[in-house]
């Protein structure tokens, strides 16, 4: 067993420092943020720590107001105290990690390292956060023993939502040390870890910049906008929205130029060094502080009336956007494909005769950076890292890239491509020419191996034990039960695992029906069951389409008969024999929650979005969320306590009323979502085993259902309160007569109606309460109007 890390110092609390420092809170470690003392300080505040500690206070400060979040819960914060590099040097003696995170120059660097070689004891892990200055430069003149317990942790931005870690050992870094650190940014961190070699930017950098700065130079010989680029480079490309321009502003361009930089000096032997020179422009834009968000001005800004402008390459002046016409329709009907591999292939249009006009130019465009890119990650390998895989995660780690190189290699075709590049001059490695010899058709194959470039076979592919998928885990050959809505599979060791497979993971008729039916099929022939989805997001709630389509033909009966079933479903999870535990990750919203309410029992990821957001579209919960978001609140104070329901019955009225979605799991758990109990998992690729572990824990302490509860609620003066609250915000103009009439109806519901203080209300009243609110409202036609806008807006509830 390694030693554990549990208290830690991070040393710079800029941007990055900060929300290291942020993430390693989130964890729940203690953190020491650290930086220089303010030069320049009056006589006054030379012994004032908090005057000493500004720097690092404002970074701190800067975390907690940091959007998105950095801290999980601003309680978080809690955990780091901030400091100096003069005043307390002393405080890291204590330390087991310690990460440098400083300005990017090797001189303040070593400086710093020799102080730490002197303050730190002798089990602390000392690391740089560096985008890559060489290990060997960075420890000149530190003793061997400094240099075993010293590497390189590269985490990406922002901390706390980036996957990838880098790590990079020096030759005389210790492997224990390593492995150390690997177990923390893994287990503990969530992060996905790759191991790279000591050369300039790494892994990550050195691939993706390349990748963007070619874009940039291809748009310039093509004569296309940075539109046409954009578009191509994003979900057509399976990249990121932001695709290339977007990126360089949310990273900075300053940032962008001196990662380039870094790579022209340091690469003089890199066959494509020239694509890392920045073009002149960018330069042009650099000088000008057109930097990009940070400065409100990149490629692209926002003009006086509100619409996104672009900078014009050739004139350096904003213009409204535009580009090709045929460029954005191939790019629109792209997009529209889920698989990325498919849309990969329809791009470059392998084996497809040269198209004509702007979709002819946008697939050359894209060959060409593809075919280039490709080339360059495969004559990588053995550089910057031997292993390609490595070079696939951190693109889809670090890039958000759907697929990385390689894995975008095999989706086009292996052979294919290799065809096509050599007749295209693009320039490829002998280990390609071998690896072809040898009869091998894709880096990857359907049985777990992966092709070793350096050494010319195949090898299994390393794999996390805590990562797996619903494909792997499932059992048999085929489900256990099945509809068009949902299905479920035997996952092993006595646990059935329930997937929605609608659009979006939507909740319609058939979702409910195999809800009910995989409780019934777990009591009887398994232990527990697991309610597991695929997708972006877990479920972004009911199927609105539906919902609208039953309002608008007056169909009451038949919404009734859907939202009774919905509640009759969660409600039967909550008092299964087995246990059932949900693993929501990403969008949890509406009745997406409420499946977590009813069941009870969560295993979340840690980047959960969860929240009651009926009210957007006019309505209430209708699936028991009302009923159940007030349970858990009233189950929180122990009996016997002297507690005001009208108080608890406030804020989850506030809650649901004002649509509040928590930003995580922990956020969640504060709000009342989630219980204090649920488990989170940081890193989302556990989160499956994460949750099957739990339901078998859960199934071996003696697992007994809960029993049903009744609450004695605020009643007539509860509701009169709180429409009084409503009517306040009509009069100021903050809310319409109709966000008025939804609100009056989820009162009515959580304080049981006008009799609910003189007697315990029970959940079957609750419920009835709640679905007859639910479907009057869906009479309404502001509600059938928002509802109609909605789905016209957000093409995730589009049927």
Known sequence: MSLPIRRTAVIGAGVMGSGIAAHLANAGVQVLLMDIVPPGLGEREKNDRAARNRFAAAGLDKALKAKPAAFFHKDRARLVTVGNVEDDMSGLDNCDLVIEAVIEQIEPKQALFEKLERSTKETCIVASNTSGLRIADMTAGRSEAFRRRFLVMHFFNPVRYMKLLELVAGPDTAPAAVDRVRRFGQDRLGKGVVFGNDTPNFIGNRIGVHAMLLAIHLMLEEGLSPEDVDGLTGEPLGHPKSASFRTADIVGLDTLVHVAENCVASLPGDEDRSVFEVPPYIRAMVQKKLLGDKAKSGFYRKGKDGAIETLDPKTLEYRARSGDKEIRALCKELAAIEDPAERIRRLVGMGESAAPGGRGIARRFAWHLLSRSLGYAARRVGEITDDITAIDEAMRWGYNWDLGPFETWDAIG?????????KDGVALPASIARMRA?????FYTSDGRVFDLLEGQYKPLAADPKVATLTILRKG????????GAEAWDLGDGVLGLTFKSKANSIDADVIQLIGDSVDKAETDFRGLVVANRGEHFCVGANLFLVAMAAGQQAWGELQSMVGNFQLACQRMKYATVPVVVAPYGMTLGGGLEVCLGAGHVQAAAETY????EVGVGLIPGGGGNMNLLWHAFASVPDGTSVDPYALVTQVFKNVALARVATSAEEAQAFGYFGRESGVSFDRARLLVDAKARVIGMAESGYHPPPPRAYV???????????????TLVAAGQASQHDAKIATKLAEVLCGGIGGSAREVTESEMLEREREAFVS???????????????MNNKMLRN
């Not at 050959?477 to 068009?484: E, F, H, I, R, Y």
């Not at 409202?777 to 789905?791: F, H, I, T």
């Open 477 to 484: 050959g085929g489900p256990v039960l099945n509809n068009d």
């Open 777 to 791: 409202l869906c009479g309404e036609p502001k509600s059938q109007e928002r509802m109609q806008y909605m789905l």
């Open 713 to 727: 609620l605020p009643g007539e003066s509860g509701i009169a309160t709180l429409t009084l609250m409503i009517d």
């Open 610 to 613: 969860a929240g009651l957001v």
């Open 414 to 422: 292996f052979d294919a491509v290799v065809d096509r590049m050599a």
């Open 438 to 442: 040898a009869g091998a058709k894709s």
